[in-house]
């Protein structure tokens, strides 16, 4: 195996854990990946773990929030964020001789980011934007509001952006002591992909991560048990119907999961030569956008079909899009089907890899699974062993009827 094919780990006495991958070329790839997000937060702390992912760049005990957010982009660097239902996420793409200055910003905003007042005022108005923002676009609220009514009553069944109300009332301390209660040490890992020697990254990270004390925090996650089917529909003053078609699914861990993502692949994938793309789209014209995903959390997972369409063709859409879901479950896929889709995911999968950024996301929350990081070789092993049967078994279990659940915002 080549060095460019090994992801080298190493764990800090502190319970940090250090993750590398060599790549070519002068652009180097970090990530700070702690594994806390919107699941983690009591119901009276909704957003809260996005808001601190957003204050996390406002000022440290060395730097101003100007100095953060100038460190690495006065190089040309870009530096970004993100928070999830199970994680956040702090990453940056720069020069590779750009490490120690990468590496010592990361160590500084992850342990002596001060969250001052005046900064967390402005941001909660920056947050509610967002909020506001993303009530405009129903393609967006649809997809989040699918996935709350999917697991109402359980803590996954909550928006990640919080609501207004709630991100309005929050204070300093309401972010301490979610950090307090949620940002282990031993939940955190630091991962590069890039122009580096394993060794030489394990020792920068030692140098700016290794004199922190190890924090341990309890995991109080409840599992998802109750499933939840509905068929919902609400009247909404826009253009377009907007649908969603879906339900539970694999969670991250299930030996089942890369047959369901090839399931989706054929089902919706973004190749334009899906089926719902071509039988709907291209055969009728009905949808401007029709496609389907699956998500793998670490206890549960969700696939769905979301659609946009005129109001006037909604229902025949929707009994298009059951009849390709009935022929999934009933018609095994033939040899020639099955080889050109598999090849069709595992070429999807070597481009996606292509990209260091995207590699390293994947990577590094690959580290929380029980599986663990896979080389791209043994990813493409599994699919290669995928069969007909294994498509069919899978089509019957998720597409089944007591399984599926329908969201409307009917328009006009």
Do not use: W
Not at 229 to 236: D, H, K, L, P
């Amino acid at each position: 195996m080549t060095e460019e094919n090994i992801v080298s780990q190493y764990v800090l006495p502190n319970g940090i854990t250090i993750l590398h991958k060599y790549r070519g070329g002068d652009v180097a790839h970090i990530a700070l990946m702690v594994n806390t997000g919107m699941r983690d937060e009591m119901p009276n702390e909704n957003g809260l773990a996005h808001l601190i992912e957003h204050m996390l760049f406002k000022g440290t005990k060395r730097r101003k929030a100007y100095h953060v957010l100038s460190c690495l982009e006065n190089v040309g660097g870009d530096l970004n964020a993100y928070t999830t239902k199970e994680e956040t996420c702090i990453h940056a793409s720069f020069l590779k001789e750009y490490y120690n200055k990468a590496l010592d910003l990361f160590a500084d905003v992850a342990f002596n980011s001060t969250y001052p007042e005046n900064e967390l005022e402005k941001e909660k108005e920056v947050v509610i934007d967002e909020i506001n923002s993303y009530l405009d676009s129903p393609a967006e609220e649809i997809c989040d509001e699918f996935e709350n009514m999917l697991y109402r009553g359980h803590e996954m069944g909550r928006n990640i952006l919080g609501t207004t109300t709630l991100v309005e009332s929050y204070n300093r301390k309401d972010l301490c002591r979610f950090l307090k209660n949620n940002y282990s040490t031993e939940r955190m890992v630091i991962a590069t992909v890039g122009n580096i020697s394993f060794e030489s990254f394990k020792n920068k990270v030692i140098r700016y991560f290794g004199d922190y004390e190890r924090v341990v925090t309890t995991y109080h996650r409840k599992p998802f048990v109750t499933p939840n089917t509905f068929n919902v529909t609400q009247e909404r003053n826009s253009h377009l119907s907007h649908c969603i078609i879906g339900g539970l699914s694999y969670n991250i861990d299930d030996t089942r999961k890369m047959s369901m993502v090839l399931l989706n692949n054929i089902l919706g994938g973004p190749g334009m030569n899906s089926r719902l793309n071509l039988n709907i789209r291209e055969k009728y014209g009905f949808a401007y956008t029709i496609e389907s995903q699956y998500n793998a959390y670490s206890d549960t997972g969700n696939f769905f079909i979301y659609l946009g369409v005129d109001p006037h063709s909604l229902d025949k859409t929707i009994n298009l899009v059951i009849k390709e879901l009935n022929k999934l479950k009933n018609n095994r896929l033939g040899s020639i089907q099955l080889s050109n889709a598999k090849s069709q995911l595992i070429g999807q999968m070597a481009l996606g890899s292509e990209s260091g950024l995207g590699e390293l996301i994947a990577m590094t929350r690959a580290a929380f699974t029980k599986e663990g990081i896979e080389p791209l070789s043994e990813t493409i092993r599994k699919i290669r062993n995928i069969s007909a049967d294994d498509i069919i078994e899978v089509s019957n279990d998720i597409f089944s009827q007591d399984n599926i659940s329908t969201l409307i915002f009917k328009g006009l």
